[in-house]
């Protein structure tokens, strides 16, 4: 009943090589989030798109890149991978309640930079 | 920044007690508190809420405490038991911006 796929689910990949980490929900809705999960930091939003081609940046979107070509895709780039960018990232959107404050989380993907 | 503090970074708690987390926040136009529940290997889960205009939020086991005025609110889940082992975050988000903004998380172990 998943309504957000996240792939890979887990990827090693060495310092400098371009990464894209996918998101595909089946809920059509406009909004879409990006987060990273860091130990001693909780969750730390990326980037999010409030509509197709629509895409702003959160807290920690430096070396980050984003685009949104349809509705049901979230695609997350790293340009140029580092081993600071090892950590589990998550995608997310709005919960059927509407409400800012909730949101339904995909089961992540986690990314070692070599 | 961190602009939700979240205390203590870990609890271990005995079955059958009672585990407190509290979080803090400084930005005054946060006005609705959710808080998660991750279990390893998953994404975080809704768990609870709660709006300002109310001091406490009881579902079940699970009650929040807010307290306006001291700009603080804690998670209190009664009767732990060691299926409630999991890491939670407090978040906060302002209404009608696109963002939620998280605390660092507790890691709860209950022991049998």
């Known amino acids: 009943d998943a309504g957000i796929t996240q792939s890979p689910r887990h990827k090693v990949t060495e310092t400098g090589t371009p990464v894209t980490l996918r998101c595909h929900q089946t809920?059509?809705?406009?909004?879409m989030y990006w987060y990273r999960q860091d130990p001693g930091h909780g969750l730390r939003l990326i980037h999010y798109?409030?509509?197709?081609?629509?895409?702003d940046k959160g807290e920690v979107s430096d070396g980050y890149s984003v685009s949104r070509s349809k509705t049901e895709d979230f695609l997350l780039t790293l340009e140029s991978a580092t081993s600071s960018q090892t950590s589990v990232y998550f995608c997310?959107?709005?919960?059927?309640?509407?409400?800012?404050?909730?949101?339904?989380f995909g089961e992540g993907s986690r990314l070692t930079v070599l | 920044q961190q602009q939700v503090k979240q205390s203590p970074q870990s609890l271990i708690v005995q079955k059958g007690g009672i585990s407190i987390i509290n979080c803090a926040y400084e930005?005054?136009?946060?006005?609705?508190f959710p808080w998660y529940q991750q279990f390893p290997g998953k994404g975080p889960a809704l768990l609870i809420a709660?709006?300002?205009?109310?001091s406490e939020k009881k579902e079940g086991r699970f009650t929040i405490s807010f307290n306006k005025s001291a700009k603080q609110f804690s998670l209190h889940i009664m009767d732990s038991q060691p299926g409630d082992s999991a890491t939670y975050f407090c978040?906060?988000?302002?209404?009608?911006?696109?963002?939620?903004?998280f605390g660092t998380g507790t890691r709860l172990q209950v022991f049998p």
């Open positions: 997310a959107i709005p919960s059927r309640t509407g409400n800012t404050g909730e949101l339904f």
């Open positions: 709660i709006r300002p205009d109310v």
């Open positions: 809920e059509n809705h406009r909004y």
């Open positions: 798109s409030y509509g197709v081609k629509d895409t």
């Open positions: 978040a906060a988000s302002i209404r009608n911006t696109d963002k939620l903004i």
């Open positions: 930005n005054t136009a946060f006005d609705y």
